[in-house]
């Protein structure tokens, strides 16, 4: 094997291979975050039923207002860890619930840290982050 110099090509594909690796290995979790007064302790399916609007209430009775994040990575992990769900059927999900005149998609918020600001203001509030935007001003229900 002779050991030629790689082509511009050749690098460029390595270089851009790397570097999609190296994005997997850098996100982090979601976490699941509420408004610090609430006490209720919750389960993936009980979130699930929260944001997929068969439920407004958290266990225990006190009203439960979701708020999602913008399209992109951290939303489609959530939608799919925690909702069972790809982009696709929530948004064929929510057509059918907007059509009939049933439930409403949750809040959509343009960043995380609005919907940490949306949670730490909002006493019914429940809402997801990656782990290392989670702060004192929210409390982490689930990771």
């Keep these: 094997m002779t050991n030629k110099p790689l082509s511009f090509a050749r690098k460029t594909l390595l270089l851009l291979g790397l570097a999609c690796a190296g994005l997997g290995l850098a996100r982090a979790d979601a976490v699941i975050i ?21 439920t407004k209430t958290f266990p225990g009775g006190a009203e439960a207002t ?8 951290l939303r489609e992990d959530f939608s799919n860890k925690v909702l069972k769900k790809s982009p696709a059927q929530l948004k064929a999900l929510w057509a059918r619930q907007i059509f009939t005149g049933g439930a409403k998609p949750p809040r959509e918020l343009a960043s995380e840290d609005e919907v940490l600001k949306f949670v730490a203001s909002t006493p019914g509030a429940i809402g997801y982050v990656d782990s290392s935007k989670a702060n004192s001003s929210v409390k982490v229900l689930k990771r």
């Design 34 to 54: 509420v408004h610090p007064s609430n006490t209720a302790s919750i389960d993936d399916e009980q979130v699930s039923k929260i944001f997929l609007g068969q």
């Design 66 to 73: 979701p708020v999602d994040n913008k399209e992109g990575p």
